[in-house]
């Protein structure tokens, strides 16, 4: 049976779950999009703040002796659901980093957009992948696991029992920057590995043909391989996006170990 009924205690209760939920949608890949309107976002948080309140059970009441104590409260909960968010968003910043490469491989680097989604200037490369990763993203229901693992995270954190452990949400971070690096570089490999070839092959024309100007021709033929090799890998990106999606699951669940 629903019942919406609140009382002074069950609305605090209830407050700290829109809390939690609502820093979540903000900062989550795909919920926390900034092209997303405010009243959207805000409206969805308080929808599954009312359903969570129904399923969260029991209820405890909050204890505490004044207003510090009460900010405290609401300070932990929101931090609690902008880390789980920021886990997840973080692993965007992979692909982020591979298209920056690419772009300073085949010359693009000096070419960049105003990504709305982030409000600020991205490469090319970067920008489009990004967005193709978002929409597998949403074609794989990877969205749907990712307020999944919110959800979940009330039966190991539940309202006003997050503890900070501050060492293991540090090493996390620490073993993602590593994470980073590699599967950053292994998107790039393909484009960086053939830009080396060519190099080698301008180097050598350099020294048979002196009076070409190696310069120049370099730059084109840089750039029409690098969307060749583009073209050609595109049907890699599902397995990019496993890669991606799969360390998004294991940041959320470190980062979850890191609060209880």
Request: proline share 3%; net charge neutral; glycine share 6%.
């Amino acid at each position: 049976m629903v019942n919406y009924e609140f009382s002074l205690y069950t609305f605090e209760y209830f407050l700290m779950i829109l809390v939690r939920v609502a820093a979540f949608v903000f900062i989550a890949p795909f919920f926390g999009m900034n092209n997303t309107p405010r009243r959207t976002k805000a409206g969805f948080s308080l929808c599954v703040a009312m359903i969570l309140y129904q399923a969260v059970l029991p209820r405890e009441t909050l204890e505490y002796s004044g207003v510090i104590e009460f900010v405290i409260i609401i300070l932990k909960e929101g931090i609690t659901g902008l880390l789980i968010g920021f886990a997840a968003n973080i692993c965007n910043s992979i692909i982020v980093f591979s298209g920056k490469v690419i772009d300073m491989e085949i010359g693009l680097a000096m070419a960049n957009m105003y990504d709305p989604t982030t409000q600020t200037q991205s490469g090319l490369t970067g920008t489009m992948y990004n967005y193709f990763i978002m929409l597998l993203l949403i074609a794989t229901d990877m969205h749907h696991y990712i307020l999944r693992a919110l959800i979940d995270t009330y039966q190991l954190i539940p309202v006003n029992g997050t503890v900070f452990n501050w060492d293991h949400l540090l090493g996390t971070m620490a073993m993602f920057i590593t994470e980073l690096m590699v599967l950053g570089f292994r998107i790039v490999l393909p484009i960086f590995a053939c830009s080396m070839i060519l190099n080698c092959i301008l180097g050598i024309m350099a020294k048979v043909a002196p009076q070409m100007n190696m310069f120049a021709v370099g730059i084109q033929l840089k750039i029409l391989l690098g969307f060749t090799i583009m073209f050609l890998t595109i049907t890699l990106l599902p397995s990019v996006a496993n890669m991606i999606f799969t360390e998004m699951k294991r940041m959320i669940v470190s980062v979850v170990e890191g609060m209880y």
